[in-house]
């Protein structure tokens, strides 16, 4: 089943955005994406729209700006009802964040300068001095490091769990999560898992978090379940569909998808998304024009593209699952396992593009496969048009402690691919030619 087979006002429990439709039909994203957001006339006529280089908007006259700052800070509910001030909101953002909501099914989103910001941002919003983070593992290293060794500064502590974990274990976790946050006179703030999990593809079981916070804490209460989509989203996978209050992506990969920018964002209900906005407002880290612009015209090809390269990846796993040097896949598409098995069958839409490849030997054998490539290029990131391959244990998850790196399946005989659009054949014989030198 493909993105385009949902129908974005299916009831669920995250209040929808109002879709536009035609003939009582509701317009699917891939239609939306060409124009949802912005209306030509009030830009002399301009069928897309210019980017708007400003700092600040002038206001009707003082009545109106003073409404929109009771709209901003929080004075009066429904925030701001016209622009201010780009740091808080601009017309490309906003065009953006209309489109970005419309894939999720969710009813606000917010942009951000980096999928990191937005990372940081979210947690910001939530954790006050003594609360406690519940996570799963892995995580983007930046993520897990924010966590530990910058909010710790501030006193917030957190309580992990690997992806895969059962409801019984979650509901675990939960409980020491809650007896740590009695102790030290705080709450648990947060919910926050990442899957697939960055490198390994580990997938979380969101439904089982869904039902161990809500048996926890009577209900969603005020602790949201985050969820980092990079990997599989908007297209392969919709976790608010699945119990997950916030959805967070990196836009520098599959949404922006031609590693020429640096963004990120958050969708979910507007009571969710209100307090970051209001520490957004106050921070900044908001999308620049530029940048939004350009995810405005990647998100009309986003179906297509990603579409292309999961196409393309289950071709080059095939091959490479046959491949006498190769130990194994971390591929969404070949799962043995059978708990994972279950969540993919349960949560994904599709087996994405991204995955690990256990090749037989350590970091010597990744070292001259990754130095033969001669399409596939030699870099960090994901997402992009072009297929790209890297080390996690020596690059992107260096800094994770060498214990925790083996707990969590960051081998030194991993390498990660993520498949571009380019012809899958020639991907092959790329990747023939460079595992002929090992
Ligand atoms: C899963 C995941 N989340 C978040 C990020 C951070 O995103 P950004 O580089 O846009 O800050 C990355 C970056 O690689 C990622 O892979």
Redesign the pocket.
């Known amino acids: 089943m493909s993105e385009t087979d949902i129908d974005p006002t299916t009831p669920r429990k995250n209040p929808q955005p109002e879709v536009p439709r035609i003939q009582g039909r509701a317009l699917k994203p891939s239609t939306l994406m060409m124009g949802h957001g912005y209306d030509p006339t009030l830009s002399e006529g301009s069928l897309k729209s210019p980017i708007f280089l400003t700092s600040t908007f002038a206001f009707e006259n003082a009545a109106a700006g003073k409404r929109h700052f009771e709209g901003i800070t929080g004075k009066r509910p429904g925030g701001a009802e016209g622009l201010v001030y780009s740091r808080f909101n601009a017309p490309n953002q906003e065009i953006l964040e209309d489109r970005l909501a419309i894939w999720d099914g969710a009813e606000d989103a917010l942009s951000f300068s980096?999928?990191?910001?937005a990372?940081c941002v979210l947690m910001l919003a939530y954790a006050n001095q003594n609360d406690v983070i519940v996570h799963s593992g892995p995580l983007?290293a930046?993520?897990e490091g924010f966590i530990a060794k910058v909010l710790s500064k501030f006193g917030v502590t957190y309580v992990d769990f690997p992806a895969g974990a059962t409801r019984e274990e979650i509901d675990g976790v939960l409980a020491k999560a809650k007896d740590q946050a009695a102790e030290r006179g705080g709450k648990v703030c947060m919910v926050y898992v990442?899957s697939p999990g960055?490198p390994t593809n580990a997938l979380v079981d969101i439904e089982a978090v869904r039902d161990s916070r809500d048996a926890a804490f009577g209900g969603e209460g005020d602790v949201p379940i985050a969820i980092?989509n990079?990997?599989l989203g908007p297209l392969w996978q919709r976790p608010l569909d699945h119990g997950a209050d916030i959805v967070v992506y990196?836009?520098?990969?599959y949404v922006g998808g031609h590693s020429d920018l640096?963004?990120?964002s958050i969708a979910g209900a507007k009571k969710w998304m209100d307090p970051v906005r209001a520490l957004r407002n106050t921070m900044g880290g908001i999308c620049d024009p530029n940048t939004a612009w350009m995810l405005c015209r990647s998100l009309e090809t986003v179906e297509l593209r990603m579409q292309r390269a999961g196409e393309n990846a289950a071709k080059v796993c095939d091959y490479l699952s046959q491949h006498a040097k190769v130990e194994g896949l971390g591929y969404l598409g070949m799962i043995e396992d059978e708990r994972q098995k279950d969540i993919y069958a349960r949560h994904c839409l599709g087996a994405g593009s991204t995955f690990s490849l256990l090749l037989k030997g350590g970091e010597a054998e990744c070292f001259r496969f990754l130095d033969s490539l001669r399409i596939a290029k030699l870099a960090?990131?994901?997402g992009g048009t072009e297929t790209l391959a890297s080390h996690p244990a020596s690059m992107?998850h260096l800094s994770v402690a060498e214990g925790r790196r083996a707990e969590l399946g960051i081998s030194d005989n991993l390498v990660r691919i993520s498949i571009g659009i380019e012809d899958p054949d020639d991907l092959i014989a790329d990747f023939e030619q460079a595992l002929e030198s090992v």
């Not at 980096?114 to 910001?117: K, Y």
């Open positions: 980096s999928g990191m910001t990372i983007y930046a993520s990442e960055n980092d990079t990997f990196s836009l520098t990969k640096v963004a990120g960090v990131s994901l992107t």
